[in-house]
């Protein structure tokens, strides 16, 4: 007889090669913890409906704890011919404790089993990353006050646009964590629902209480339908869509670290214990950590697509395929996690190198636009106070010298509406405090903002 709990009907052993390549015992181990959970939920409900016995109960779940023992001591032995870690689990069990660990299995199926558990497992996750990305946006929220006044270039198409703060190009980053947060959130109430009770797809003959195990399972409640609920990874593909996504911010985040930590930015330092060198060129110091993250973007978005292409032709309810959300759910929680834990602890250590960021605003004519707006105070129309500028900024780059660089008697062969206030403008500081409206670049506006983003990131 076969060691296989679906063996009765077979007559001949499954082919060698096919037992390999239909297990997936090699990766789905990881869910061992809330199998076992939602197994000892599962017999609870059974003997409060009485169809188990309160000592078959007892017993099963002293057994399911005596696996997890085995499991956690590195005692648990797992193999492939038992195909995946629902039917490890449960033939260790039956080792233990004899037949009663048969039972367990009444009125459920590894359909919905192996669905809970996914639940479960991505459940925990989801609040360790909500409580990393926290920290992330806490690190961020400090960085951005500390530097709230720091003067930096900021930019359009690459190219000089004008002065805005460090803090107020931080906070934006910090902007795209809160929607990010908010998604996270959002997904979890989806995930949060249970599928136990559908069995293989049409439900079962016993009279279960879903409300039981969803309470002690800790589900905001049992799913609607059976075939739904077993063939449902809408749950998996919407994770994995907020984990693309914050990865696309990550990554963007990347990219400017690496710009500003070249030698022609040359903008931040990122301390050494970030970076790696060069095992030729003695004088490198790469920024490896934002470059890596930027990398791992990729592999998160795909596996977004693999979770889609997995789903979109499949027929009701569950099919084998499914086996194959796992690989892709697990790696994008585990890259999540580490992408997000590198960057919360580099964010702190991030030091801004003011001179240069300023350096770097003045030039390219980063004042124009106050200029043109202060043409406008004057009762300029903007379309002609756009011309004039455009033109005093073609002798500025003809004769290598930025506006404020200019004299008053220069500035005004373009308007004679121009005086001796004009300076007050064309400072940077001038510029960037003149923006000092809600979302504006003004260093109070980004105090303001921190403030109010500290109290709802409480
Ligand atoms: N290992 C399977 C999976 O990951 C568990 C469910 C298998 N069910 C089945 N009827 N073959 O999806």
Known sequence: ???????????????????????????????????????????????????????????????????????????????????????????????RIGITGKKLHTGRSRNDQVATDIRLYLRDEIDVIAE??????????????????????????????????????????????????????????????????????????????????????????????????????????????????????????????????????????????????????????????????????????GHLMSLLMLMKSQPLAYNKDNQEDKEPLFDTVDTVKGCLKAYADMVPAIRAKAGNMRVAAKRGFSTATDLADYLVKKGMPFRDAHEVVGKAVAFGVAEERDLSDMTLEELKRFSDTIDEDVFDVLTLEGSVQARDHLGGTAPAQVRAAVARARKLLG
């Open 1 to 95: 007889t076969s060691e296989k709990p679906w063996g009765g009907r077979f007559s001949e052993p499954t082919d060698a090669f096919v037992e390999r390549f239909t297990a997936s015992v090699g990766f789905d181990q990881r869910l061992y913890h809330h199998d076992i959970t939602g197994s000892i939920a599962h017999a609870t409900m059974l003997a409060e409906v009485g169809v188990l016995t309160t000592e078959e109960c007892d017993r099963i779940i002293a057994g399911l704890n005596g696996v997890k023992e085995d499991i956690e001591a590195g005692r648990f032995e797992w193999s492939v011919s038992l195909e995946d870690v629902h039917m490890n689990i449960e033939a260790r069990l039956t080792d």
């Open 132 to 301: 990393e990305l926290r920290r992330l946006q806490a690190g961020l929220l400090d960085l951005a006050e500390r530097e709230a006044d720091t003067i930096m270039p900021g930019f359009t198409h690459l190219q000089t646009a004008q002065p805005v703060t460090f803090g107020h190009h931080l906070l934006a980053w910090y902007e795209m964590l809160v929607r990010d947060a908010e998604r996270l959130q959002d997904c979890r109430k989806r995930v949060n629902v249970m599928p136990l009770g559908a069995a293989a797809l049409a439900g079962t003959t016993y009279p279960i209480d879903r409300s039981i195990t969803a309470r002690l399972l800790g589900f905001d409640r049992p799913s609607e339908n059976s075939l739904d609920s077993v063939s449902d990874r809408d749950f998996a593909i919407e994770f994995c869509s907020f984990a693309a996504l914050l990865m696309t911010h990550l990554s963007r985040f990347s990219e400017e670290l690496v710009l500003w930590t070249s030698a022609q930015f040359d903008f931040i330092d990122l301390p050494d214990r970030f970076c790696t060198g060069s095992s030729i060129m003695p004088q490198k110091k790469n920024p490896d950590v934002p470059e890596l993250v930027r990398g791992k973007s990729g592999r998160v978005t």
